[in-house]
């Protein structure tokens, strides 16, 4: 069974200690390129927003960023 957390940390590259500014950056990179409106597919878009949700959900952080924030969710 893989680890969901570790995965989430995979999903842009970061290495666990990432600092939460640098997994703040790495997902809106992976969200920008992943989404369906600048050439993405849906269903990367949804792996990518899942890893963050879990990865801020672990640190316990509220990087709630409107930039990787989807609308009518806050």
Same mark, same amino acid.
């Given at each position: $069974?893989?680890? +969901? /957390?570790? &995965?989430?940390?995979?999903?842009? #590259?970061? +290495? !666990?200690? &990432?600092? %939460?500014?640098? $997994?703040?950056?790495?997902? !809106?990179?992976? /969200?920008?390129?992943?989404?369906?409106?600048?050439? #993405?597919?849906?269903?990367?878009? @949804? @792996?990518? !927003?899942?890893?963050? &949700? /879990? $990865?801020? %959900?672990?640190?316990?952080? %509220?990087? %709630?960023? +409107?930039?990787?924030?989807? !609308?009518?969710?806050?």
């Amino acid at each position: $069974v893989e680890d +969901p /957390i570790a &995965a989430a940390f995979e999903e842009p #590259g970061l +290495p !666990r200690s &990432a600092d %939460d500014e640098a $997994v703040e950056h790495a997902y !809106r990179d992976r /969200i920008k390129e992943a989404h369906p409106d600048h050439g #993405g597919h849906e269903e990367s878009f @949804r @792996r990518v !927003r899942e890893a963050y &949700a /879990i $990865v801020r %959900d672990h640190r316990g952080s %509220d990087c %709630d960023s +409107p930039t990787v924030r989807e !609308r009518g969710t806050a």
